[in-house]
């Protein structure tokens, strides 16, 4: 494997938890715009990407591949559980 495509294995790896992290992260600015105005996107976006990677490192350990529903469904707790304390818990 060249390095080129070592780096889109890798990219290619780790887009999911970074878009989904994104999209949610774009979903809760835009349903709770009042009460998230002091809550920067790029937070939300950055915690929630950081917990669908561990998540994913996690599947990787844990079942050995990527792709399956177990995985998929861990990706989707890591991504949400940091963004949720983000709104639940902020000062």
């Keep these: 494997m060249s390095p080129l495509d070592a780096f889109w294995h890798v ?22 715009w009042r009460s998230t105005r002091t809550l920067a996107w790029r937070r939300l976006w950055l915690w929630g990407g950081l917990g669908g990677s561990v998540a994913l490192g996690l599947t990787l350990a844990w079942l050995g591949r990527d792709g399956r529903m177990a995985g998929y469904a861990l990706l989707l707790l890591g991504v949400a559980l940091p963004q949720w304390w983000l709104l639940s818990f902020r000062r």
Excluded at 13 to 28: H, K, Q, R, S, T
Aim: no cysteine; aromatic share 10%; charged share 5%.
């Design 11 to 32: 990219a290619n790896l780790l887009l999911p938890p970074w878009a989904l992290a994104a999209l949610l992260a774009g979903a809760i600015k835009g349903a709770w």
